[in-house]
């Protein structure tokens, strides 16, 4: 038995400490571990619940967003404060283009290095990396031209000393099985996906009035000025340059990320085996259509055991059976609660106990959160297998498109059942995004339509009583359920809870002993060469991990700048 | 003549924020030239690709653990930046540095970058910068100044 520690394992903001106990080139256990403190909670208590969403969105520097989201929802949630069609409708833009930036770069710039070596596409022939690309879609960058480009590029890149963003890929792992062709066509796309993610990023910008700390929200709606006559607010003009980029954007997801998925997935067909793990799947319903989050566009609930017949909705904003459901436990946590046994949010405690990296005790800064006494999965697959269940159409579509495809490369059928998979969560991601542009686009004209009538409102004060209120702001983020849970009193917040999508999947062992999604989902992965685990990487990336807001702070053990060496 | 001030760092982390503070104080008591745009980027990444490309100069102001005393001011420029990364002495060991790599990859890089830093003192939770570090705001504000 062989255990391989991996520190930190994020390609972006956040420290994950992976280890595996290796045995016959299986992963036999696992251990997941955040390696930072938390405690923007401790940071919020006595202040103004309406300035609560400009700190929570410095928890992380990739979701900034969406703390942001979850946290004016809360306390309009605790207020049951109504919240401007308009306001929603630009709300739900900002989320869109949020997930869908994020699932492009996701794929392309942090995780598609464990699939694509880069240094193979050197040695592909661009005209046959055409014939195949074009073979594949109708992408209007896919011809040879654009391949001999690109090739030149990575030549001069490569042969210059600089292999700069590719340095830290395991080139050459005998787990690399692309051919040159598809390597360049993928590090082609790569390429494009850098120009296109700032287009979802400028529809952020512009409804956001800045990025990426965003500065229009506000308790109770948004801040932007709605007037078709004005150039200093939302104008005809922007709205139509925001339109712009949705299609473009649309363009890019439907005909090459969810291709390109599709392609990976049927050349790695053999990791539609290994990293399901846990199959309870848990997301929320997005994207609210009235003021009152009671409709929604996208829908959400839970799955038990995998199996999409007994999906249990989860209704709206005030939905019972999901905020009686959450507790966390600290059991293989580094902190204490007053009573050994898990806790609601609402009553959460925050109270650190540092006690080294034991096994078989306490080993990680992340709680443990269960859903009815269950370990849960969240994100992109979970929010697909849940609106596929609800009998979402374009998710079932896309599911379909992506699916079939997969099939016809691999020259087998593959099912809904394959996406219980480490490549399984990358399909899932690319199908969720596919979603989410059309939304983009639904959006926009009930925007569009809204303001046409007439309704220019935004914004609903709120008014705080006295006395304690509770609440609970839920969003469906890029990496699954996020939620803020905050309670009132005067005025002022007495306690503020986040239980983030990255601790529902990295969480350490809970209350009952059970390993978390990440743990559970490396238990017989193969391992090639244990010096080079790149297997591993495989499976807890494609989770996309970003822990930075699971838990914040310098190291405790050296308080100070935290040295790592890069995997 | 395009330039960026970008100031990074997590505002939740005391001294780690004093880059966004430079920011905050420039925004408050500065109208910038044309040409010069100030950028608050937090603890972000891939976020500000669009930004940050093709530009004449990028000024960076941030929290640099370079072993000296509380403090310290500390200046990278020149060669001394593409190794200013490579040893990660700022605390965004990730974000910055796949964006420049990310810019210089589409051929896209700032033609001249300097980092303005000061040490921190301390990383612990809370919004406060300790004095020692929030003295040194008003004249990472000249330094920037004095730069574009």
């Known amino acids: 038995m062989a255990r391989i520690t991996i520190d930190p394992i994020t390609r972006i903001e956040g420290h994950l400490r992976i280890d595996v106990d290796v045995e016959g080139g299986r992963v036999k256990k696992a251990w997941s571990s955040g390696q930072m403190f938390r405690g923007v909670e401790l940071i919020l208590q006595g202040r103004d619940p309406r300035d609560a969403w400009t700190i929570t969105q410095r928890i992380c520097g990739v979701c900034t967003t969406v703390h942001a989201i979850a946290s004016v929802r809360a306390v309009e949630n605790a207020l049951q404060l109504e919240v401007p069609l308009n306001a929603q409708y630009i709300r739900n833009l900002i989320i869109l283009a949020h997930a869908v930036h994020d699932h ?5 710039h942090l995780s598609a290095l464990d699939w694509v070596d880069v240094t193979s596409a050197l040695k592909a022939d661009p005209d046959k990396t055409a014939s195949l690309a074009e073979s594949l879609s109708s992408w209007k960058l896919n011809g040879k031209h654009e391949m001999k480009a690109v090739q030149e590029r990575l030549k001069n890149f490569v042969g210059g000393g600089q292999l700069g963003i590719f340095t830290n890929g395991y080139w050459g792992h005998p787990a690399m099985k692309l051919s040159p062709e598809v390597n360049l066509l ?17 529809i952020v910008s512009i409804l956001g009035s800045k990025t990426p ?10 801040a932007n000025a ?18 712009g980029w949705i299609d473009e954007l649309a363009d890019f997801v439907k005909n090459v990320y969810l291709i390109d998925v599709a392609a990976v997935g049927a050349f790695y067909a053999d990791w539609t085996k290994y990293g399901k793990g846990v199959t309870n799947y848990l997301c929320v319903p997005d994207i609210p259509m009235d003021t009152k989050g009671t409709q929604f566009a996208l829908p959400g609930g839970y799955i038990e ?6 999906f249990k909705p989860i209704k709206g904003f005030n939905d019972e059976y999901w905020a009686k459901g959450v507790e966390e436990s600290v059991k293989h946590s580094w902190y204490d609660y007053d009573e050994k046994k898990p806790l609601h949010p609402y009553a959460g405690e925050t109270k650190p106990n540092y006690t080294d990296f034991q096994a078989d005790g306490k080993y990680s800064w992340l709680k443990s959160p269960t859903f009815y006494g269950k370990v849960a999965q969240v994100g992109p697959l979970a929010n697909v297998l849940c ?60 925007l569009v339509t809204n303001i046409g009538k007439g309704d220019t409102k935004t914004f609903n004060r709120p008014v705080f009583p006295k006395g304690e209120q509770m609440g609970v702001g839920y969003h469906e983020a890029p990496r699954g359920v996020l939620s803020h849970w905050v309670v009132i009193d005067n005025g002022k917040i007495k306690n503020y809870q986040c239980v983030v999508p990255s601790t529902w999947n990295a969480c350490p062992r809970n209350e009952k002993d059970e390993p978390g999604p990440y743990e559970a989902s490396l238990l017989d992965n193969p391992i090639a060469n244990p010096e080079q685990p790149l297997e591993v990487l495989r499976t807890i990336h494609s989770f996309d991990p970003c822990i930075a807001c699971a838990i914040h702070l310098s190291d405790k053990e050296n308080d100070q700048v935290v040295t790592v060496k890069a995997v | 003549m395009k330039t960026v001030v970008l100031g ?28 010069v745009t100030l950028i608050d980027g937090g603890t972000s990444a891939m976020e500000m690709l669009d930004e940050l490309s093709d530009l004449d100069h990028l000024i960076v102001v941030d929290a640099i653990n370079a072993g000296k005393p509380p403090g310290t001011l500390v200046r990278i420029e020149g060669e001394e930046v593409p190794s200013f990364f490579r040893t990660r002495l700022s ?11 990310s810019l210089e990859f589409l051929g896209a890089q700032p033609k001249k970058m300097v980092i303005l830093g000061v040490q921190p003192q301390t990383m612990e939770l809370g919004m406060e910068l300790t004095p020692l570090v929030a003295a040194q705001v008003p004249v990472l504000v000249d330094q920037v100044l004095a730069e574009i």
Not at chain 1, 226 to 243: C, F, H
Not at chain 1, 305 to 310: F, H, L, P, Q, R
Not at chain 2, 12 to 24: F, K, L, T
């Open chain 1, 387 to 446: 609106m596929y269940a609800a009998g979402h159409e374009p998710t079932r579509k896309y599911a379909t498109l992506a699916l079939d495809t997969v099939s016809s490369l691999a020259k087998t059928k593959v099912g809904i059942d394959a996406l219980h998979s480490t490549i399984g969560r990358h399909a899932a991601r690319a199908v969720r995004c596919a979603v989410m542009v059309d939304m983009l686009d639904e959006q926009w004209n009930a």
């Open chain 2, 8 to 35: 990074i760092g997590n505002l939740i982390m005391q001294d780690e924020g004093v880059g966004v503070r430079v920011i905050e104080a420039l925004e408050r008591d500065h109208p910038m030239p044309a040409g």
């Open chain 1, 104 to 108: 492009i770069v996701h794929f392309y």
């Open chain 1, 186 to 202: 993928a590090t082609a796309h790569y390429l494009q996906a850098l120009e296109i993610q700032r287009k979802a990023n400028k």
């Open chain 1, 305 to 310: 055991g995998g199996d999409i017949s007994k």
């Open chain 2, 91 to 101: 605390p965004h060991q990730i974000g910055l540095p796949d964006v420049l790599a």
């Open chain 1, 213 to 222: 700390h965003i500065q229009n929200l506000a308790v109770g709606g948004v």
């Open chain 1, 226 to 243: 709605i007037a078709t006559d004005s150039q200093s607010v939302l104008t005809v003009e922007r709205l139509m340059a925001v339109k």
